[in-house]
């Protein structure tokens, strides 16, 4: 762990770097170790130095949970198998006849997980735009349980006012859940604006690589944390020591690639405003965004994910998916490298014909550390294609 050394007040890039984390004490290792092993060494029975069993805990995994705490401003932080994973911890919570508010326009797998997985056991599920705080009073009675935000939201990247949410669920006894995904913690505190529980796919910008599957809750209630505690051991959906060490590697670089990430972005929305191929951009900094005061007020830059439609619909949108060179064609988002996709026929196709249901000529980017100019020209000849159309046959003129 990381000694002596008092992180408070300390900026988020050293907290980053030092928290929960320091040398070695056995070998002065900077870098904290992989441990692999599976079991540990009791000293007598039932009394050991802190590890038993490697699904109940394991020091690589324990020092990755200390690291990303202290950056959620949590006293406690759990590392899961897969976002998905770490969410349906948190769905647990809840029982059946309890109600959970799902924001309506929530990442696909998020509906699906709260409909077709928990629904079906009991638990109610309203769609509500959480943008009209009107709507979110209406839609909490006596058995809401919890409050879901996502935000930004994906892939329509609308921004929910944290802390004005949570004074209303709360004030109904609800739980208020924040997925902080697309944000990270460089960009956001849910905690501090009022949220009890924060989750991660930190397969994304945590992580930062995509080399790498994990999830992750943050909790700052004592008696919240060990319920959350007792699922992740009950259920057993936890990372291995070496994905641990990979997410714990990329937040170290967290903020100096969330710095990029957001400036390469605001210079791929410069061209997205100004094309003809584009009907419509999604991007808090654009001060026509319905959620951009709101983001001026509680994140600290405007994120590096940016989507738009398509002025040709779907087809124009297809078009400028498999017309990029730079930008790969596939799912996820968040790491170093930059990906476009469709969400209507990919990351959000599983929420077709329900509330949650995307734009068919929607197109989702997620921007990546690359050199600014030769993402804006990628993306300009891709543009540039989906106006001229397709090549005519071969001797056309």
């Given at each position: ?87 349906d911890a948190v769905?647990r919570l809840l ?29 109610g599920v309203d ?271």
């Amino acid at each position: 762990m990381s000694g002596d050394l008092d992180l408070g007040g300390l900026g988020f890039e050293t907290r980053a770097i030092h928290g929960g984390t320091g040398p070695d004490p056995s070998t002065g290792a900077v870098t904290t170790p992989i441990s692999l092993s599976s079991t540990f060494r009791q000293d007598r029975v039932g009394v050991h130095q802190g590890y038993e069993y490697a699904r109940s805990g394991n020091p690589t995994r324990a020092s990755l949970e200390a690291n990303l705490a202290v950056l959620e401003g949590a006293t406690h932080g759990f590392a899961f198998a897969s976002g998905l994973a770490a969410e349906d911890a948190v769905l647990r919570l809840l029982g059946p006849g309890q109600r959970l508010v799902l924001s309506n326009d929530a990442y696909g797998g998020t509906y699906r997980l709260a409909t077709r997985v928990h629904a079906p056991a009991g638990l109610g599920v309203d769609p509500v735009d959480l943008l009209d705080l009107d709507a979110l009073e209406r839609a909490c009675g006596d058995s809401t349980a919890m409050v879901w935000i996502e935000t930004p939201t994906n892939p329509l990247l609308r921004v929910a006012d944290i802390a004005a949410i949570a004074d209303t669920a709360h004030a109904h006894g609800a739980l208020v859940v924040v997925d902080n995904t697309f944000a990270s913690p460089w960009l956001q505190q849910p905690l501090a604006l009022g949220a009890d529980l924060v989750v991660h796919s930190s397969t994304k910008y945590l992580g930062g690589h995509s080399d790498v599957v994990g999830g992750f809750v943050a909790v700052v209630d004592p008696a919240l944390a060990a319920r959350v505690g007792f699922l992740q051991n009950a259920v057993g959906a936890v990372p291995g020591p070496f994905d641990c060490y990979l997410v714990q590697r990329g937040l170290k670089t967290l903020a100096v690639r969330m710095e990029r990430h957001c400036a390469n972005a605001l210079a791929v929305v410069e061209l997205l405003v100004n094309h003809p191929a584009v009907a419509r951009v999604y991007h808090p900094s654009l001060p026509d965004h319905p959620g951009h005061a709101t983001a001026v007020r509680q994140m600290r830059a405007f994120g590096g994910m940016v989507s738009f439609r398509a002025a040709g619909g779907e087809d124009a949108a297809l078009a400028i998916c498999a017309g990029t060179r730079l930008f790969t064609l596939a799912e996820s988002l968040g790491a170093v490298e930059s990906l476009i996709e469709h969400p209507g026929r990919m990351t959000h196709a599983s929420v077709a014909g329900s509330p949650n249901e995307v734009p068919s000529d929607l197109v989702r980017l997620s921007v990546g550390l690359e050199t600014t100019a030769d993402l804006v020209a990628d993306l300009r000849r891709a543009l540039d294609g989906a106006i001229a159309g397709p090549p005519g046959p071969a001797g056309a003129p």
